[in-house]
């Protein structure tokens, strides 16, 4: 029997009157309380061996097989680190600890931290790490559905002869264009990572500091493209101008102006 196979679900009477309770609303606990289980792990144990997970997301149980394709088609990974994880956990006779050095992590607990700061959690029947994110559209169907939305509540004001409402409001926007312009210009532009030219000579600095925030450092270092050197330089100038060093601050980066 091949791996695909083993995986397919099966929908015996049970397993029908299980999820259809859950697709009623109940809740996990209480449809296993109807079937008489100790409590709901026992359920679990149950779907498990009729090939179905539990999806924390939709709140019911989704056949394995579901799960495992969307690991492998899941587009939007926080960082290409995450993305070799779950590949690799994905993948048959995948062992956690040996993922783990794998990746470069001391251990699987290590690696463990390292997900749950990404947001994925580690799934028990899944074999996987899974997003704790609620399923998000992607930005074509978010563009596309605020298009029609907008198109079709400015064909209902017009239709209704209710357009002149927001004359004010239209003239109020066209007269605040450039302010509003450079506003928005500087929201965006606060994601980017800025870059100092900074005077002096080059020296080496050894600090202390736990490994997990270090190997923090590192990760972000490479899923950004910066160096380690930038990292501190920004976070020491931005440390400074908020805690009382905005002159000094000013003063230094004058120099190269």
């Not at 959690?121 to 596309?144: C, F, H, I, R």
């Not at 929201?187 to 600090?207: D, E, N």
């Not at 950004?224 to 980066?253: H, M, S």
């Amino acid at each position: 029997m091949t791996k695909a196979e083993a995986l397919q679900p099966i929908y015996d009477d049970k397993v029908k009157g299980i999820l259809k309770l859950l697709g009623e609303g109940y809740s996990r606990e209480e449809v296993a309380e109807q079937y008489r289980y100790s409590t709901y792990r026992s359920m679990d144990s149950y779907m498990s061996r009729k090939n179905f997970v539990w999806d924390k997301r939709k709140a019911t149980y989704v056949p394995a097989d579901a799960i495992k394709a969307s690991l492998e088609t899941m587009a939007n990974f926080p960082s290409d680190r995450v993305r070799r994880i779950v590949m690799e956990l994905n993948k048959e006779g995948a062992d956690l600890k040996e993922v783990a050095v794998k990746v470069g992590f001391e251990n699987h607990l290590e690696m463990a931290s390292y997900m749950k700061s990404k947001g994925f959690e580690w799934s028990q029947e899944a074999g996987n790490y899974l997003s704790t994110s609620p399923t998000m559209p992607n930005d074509g169907e978010k563009v596309t559905t605020v298009s029609n939305d907008a198109s079709l509540e400015g064909s209902l004001s017009i239709g209704n002869g209710d357009g002149e409402q927001f004359l004010p409001l239209l003239e109020w926007l066209a007269s605040n264009k450039e302010g509003l312009q450079s506003l928005l210009g500087a929201s965006v532009a606060s994601g980017q990572i800025p870059r100092f030219t900074l005077p002096g000579l080059f020296v080496t600095k050894s600090v202390h500091m736990t490994n997990t925030l270090d190997q923090m450092v590192r990760d972000f270092s490479k899923e950004k493209n910066i160096n380690q050197r930038e990292i501190f330089e920004v976070a020491l100038i931005e440390f400074f101008q908020k805690y009382g060093y905005e002159r000094e601050v000013e003063t230094l980066l004058q120099q190269n102006a």
